[in-house]
């Protein structure tokens, strides 16, 4: 997920720089998006690892 973030970022920049705004403010939201989805995602797992990492302990 955090690949695909990172592949509309670029997309966004790429565009931005040629002068799409519409097209670069789209791939935008949809890599803020999915980085957002991706950090949740990471830190649920940090805190189920932790948390079983104390169990084990």
Partial sequence: M?????I???????SGF???S???AATATVA??????FM???LVFLILAVMA???VV
């Fill in 53 to 55: 990492g104390n169990a």
């Fill in 32 to 37: 803020r998006v999915l980085f957002t989805i």
């Fill in 2 to 6: 955090l690949k695909w973030a990172l």
């Fill in 8 to 14: 509309f970022f670029v997309i966004s920049l790429i």
């Fill in 22 to 24: 519409g097209v670069s």
């Fill in 40 to 42: 949740i995602i990471f």
């Fill in 18 to 20: 040629f002068g799409f």
